[in-house]
């Protein structure tokens, strides 16, 4: 069943001696995009891990809840999230087509040639390059095959960690697009990034951290001299 | 929306992943062809460290095949988790709705495939620069090394995996597998020891044998247990 | 196990103070009450020392094993404060099992070490909790999980490190011909005295130990609060 809800309640994140989240209180909503602001180490990595089920919290919690408002857990909640990281998540020994067949394997869809490229057809990744190993891809192409991998699974909760980087203008307006389409279907969307272009005008939610704290939250229309303007005034 | 079909079994699961493993080693064979160099170089050393053919060299062949499995085993271990780190693939594996349990075995098994190769390489090789009758009981060496491997590749896979962010993960990894690692060698020793007694001393030997079957069902049942809890940040 | 703060506080003095009374009685007693043993004369008194910290490590190991297996499952850093200031302590009293163990080994058999069942226990134990207090230092941020596993499946290893040392004993007994349980008169009074001497000095240790580490987390709770109430920069 489909996320409709997160709830993060006072989440503290300690690394040994180091605190990276601070008690973060925050509710995404689905059918909206949150833009997750602030410098590096401010916690949002981090918060994005523990929304992905593989941080645990020091303390507090995340309550996911589907339409309807009953609390998911577990595998269920890892079947809804798509995660588009750092890294490819993809193996560069492997062709894009046997890392999605691999994964489309593990989480149990269609992993059938049609459907692989139906999805590969999406991301916009070139059909000669399909068939050759991912770590003779360009920046740009990996990152197209990294999110083929995230939506492989029609999440409902779609977690990206600076999604724009080493992709040209057109690409990142592109996947800007993409992602107000996702939105639009009803998918919680939290963007990690300091490509404000990008995602302006698509956001309707915006949050920033500062040294592991929520230092700013306000859902509304958000156009890119608004969005630069607030994270100036509020990330430092 | 894709379709989503009926829930896969474990075992299923585990394979899938094993065999990409396994799949991404035979295309560039790297572990493998070093494991197996390495193995060989060890058994090179040892036998100049040894006057060869002396008594000595038949008292000490059988913790010699151990400990060089043992070794080589371990640079296999770590660098079939570098692959897992290199794009952070364990985070992708771990994402999946998959039991962890799958991820659990599936690692393991690449790892004992891994493990078996160095062995088969090791063995023989030790058989022919030492003169040490290995092949005298084939088939008990055989299950003794394999229940080696598999009690290697549990710990090594719960440790590698939880060490995969960690800095001076290559320096831990044997600093904390080896002292647990401790019996499951001298178990194999004493059971290789035995095999190769003149008469070999077959009651003794599959002693040995029954021992290092009750270590690997302990470590495997603790580590199926215990590798979500480790392993999640 | 896991001790309130209002305990850690009296654990200290009293058991610090009993410890240091134990201390002194037994060694008076050792020295002018135990008669000589039969068979290792004058160098058996070395044993109230040596066996009572190895009762008191095989303690420390449990506590140490038990409170990890418990911190994995809760993640209550309480339990690894315990499993930390357990493991540390068992560092020490390892460490005086094998030194006073060498001690007596001169003594009685005119070498400094012995590659016998005890010893090897004892030394392997000793490497396990070594590994553990390096794993704390070296692993970062992952050092509280890895160290908590180690712990986990060194005690589970012990039963195996029991069997492998096991295949015959010549470990200098206590009595002529038995274990604790044989001794008689004076020399059992004055063991099971240094038994719990140590016993004392173990749980002030643990206590000082566990209230350090807490001491640490309020400093750095209390700093935080500071931060974030901006009265601190």
């Known amino acids: ?236 | 929306m894709p379709a989503e079909r009926p829930r896969q079994g474990v075992l299923r699961q585990a394979w899938r992943i094993a065999w990409k493993d396994l799949k991404v080693e035979l295309r560039s064979r790297e572990i493998v062809y070093t494991m197996a160099f390495f193995g060989a170089v060890i058994v090179v050393v040892y036998s100049f460290a040894f006057p060869s053919s002396s008594a000595l060299v038949r008292l000490g062949a059988p913790g010699l095949l151990w400990v060089s499995t043992m070794f080589a085993g371990t640079i296999g271990l770590g660098r079939a988790f570098d692959r897992e780190r290199e794009n952070d693939t364990l985070r992708a594996l771990m994402l999946t709705p998959v039991p962890r349990l799958a991820i659990f075995l599936g690692k393991g098994i690449a790892i004992t495939f891994l493990v078996g190769a160095v062995a088969l390489v090791v063995t023989p090789l030790m058989a022919l620069l030492m003169d040490v009758p290995f092949f005298d009981h084939p088939g008990e060496l055989a299950l003794a090394l394999l229940l080696g491997a598999v009690g290697f590749s549990a710990i090594g896979t719960v440790f590698a995996a939880t060490l995969l962010k960690v800095r001076s993960r290559d320096v831990l990894l044997p600093v904390i597998i080896y002292p647990i690692l401790i019996p499951l060698f001298a178990f194999g020793t004493e059971a290789t020891a035995a095999l190769l007694k003149v008469p070999a001393d077959l009651d003794n030997a599959w002693y040995w044998i029954g021992l290092l079957g009750a270590y690997d069902a302990a470590f495997l049942v603790l580590s199926m247990w215990i590798f979500e809890s480790l392993v999640i940040e | 196990m896991a001790v309130p703060r209002s305990a850690t506080d009296w654990m200290v003095p009293v058991f610090g103070l009993l410890g240091a009374i134990g201390l002194v009685v037994c060694i008076w007693l050792i020295f002018t009450w135990v008669p000589n043993d039969a068979v290792l004369f004058f160098n058996q008194r070395i044993f109230y020392f040596h066996v009572g910290h190895a009762f008191n490590l095989f303690i420390a190991v449990g506590v140490c094993g038990v409170s990890s297996l418990l911190f994995l499952w809760r993640r209550t850093p309480r339990w690894d404060d315990l499993a930390l200031a357990a493991a540390e302590v068992a560092v020490a009293y390892g460490a005086v099992v094998l030194v006073t163990g060498s001690v007596w080994a001169k003594a009685a058999w005119d070498h400094w070490w012995v590659w016998e069942n005890r010893l090897m226990m004892s030394l392997l134990l000793w490497l396990v909790l070594v590994a553990y207090v390096l794993v704390r230092r070296y692993a970062g941020a992952s050092a509280d999980r890895l160290a908590a596993g180690l712990a986990v499946f060194g005690t589970v290893g012990l039963p195996f490190i029991y069997t492998m040392v096991n295949k015959g004993d010549q470990h200098p007994q206590a009595g002529t011909n038995g274990n604790v349980a044989t001794l008689t008169g004076p020399m059992q009074i004055v063991f099971w005295l240094s038994v719990a001497t140590f016993f004392c000095w173990f749980l002030a240790l643990i206590a000082s130990r566990v209230a350090s580490t807490r001491g640490e987390r309020e400093l750095r709770e209390l700093r935080e609060q500071g931060l974030d109430a901006g009265l601190l920069t």
């Not at chain 1, 981090?46 to 089920?53: C, E, F, K, N, V």
């Not at chain 1, 998911?72 to 990281?85: C, F, H, K, Q, S």
């Open chain 1, 1 to 236: 069943m489909p996320l409709e809800r997160v709830e993060i309640t006072k989440v503290i994140k300690r690394y040994g001696t180091e605190r990276a989240l601070a008690g973060v209180d925050l509710e995404l909503r689905g059918g909206s995009m949150c833009a997750l602001l602030g410098h590096n180490g401010a916690g949002k990595t981090t918060l994005l891990g523990i929304l992905s089920t593989l941080v645990r919290a020091s303390s507090g919690a995340i309550t996911y809840r589907e339409t309807g408002g009953a609390v998911v857990t577990g595998d269920a909640v890892r079947r809804e999230i798509g995660l588009l990281a750092h890294q490819s998540l993809c193996y560069g020994e492997l062709t894009a087509v046997e890392n999605l067949a691999l994964f489309a394997g593990l989480y149990g869809v269609d992993d059938s040639p049609a459907a692989l490229a139906a999805l590969l057809d999406r991301v916009g990744l070139e059909v000669r390059a399909r068939d050759r190993a991912a770590r003779t891809y360009s920046r740009g192409m990996v990152q197209r095959l990294a999110l083929a991998r995230a939506l492989l699974s029609a999440p409902s909760l779609v977690l990206l960690d600076e999604p724009f980087t080493g992709l040209d203008r057109g690409g990142a307006l592109a996947l800007g697009e993409q992602l107000g389409a996702l939105t639009a279907e009803g998918a919680i969307v939290v963007v990690v990034t300091h490509d404000l272009e990008a995602i302006a005008g698509r956001t309707d939610h915006v949050a920033i951290l500062r040294a592991g704290k929520l230092v700013f939250e306000e859902r509304g229309a958000y156009d890119y001299e608004k969005l630069k303007d607030t994270y100036h005034r509020h990330a430092s």
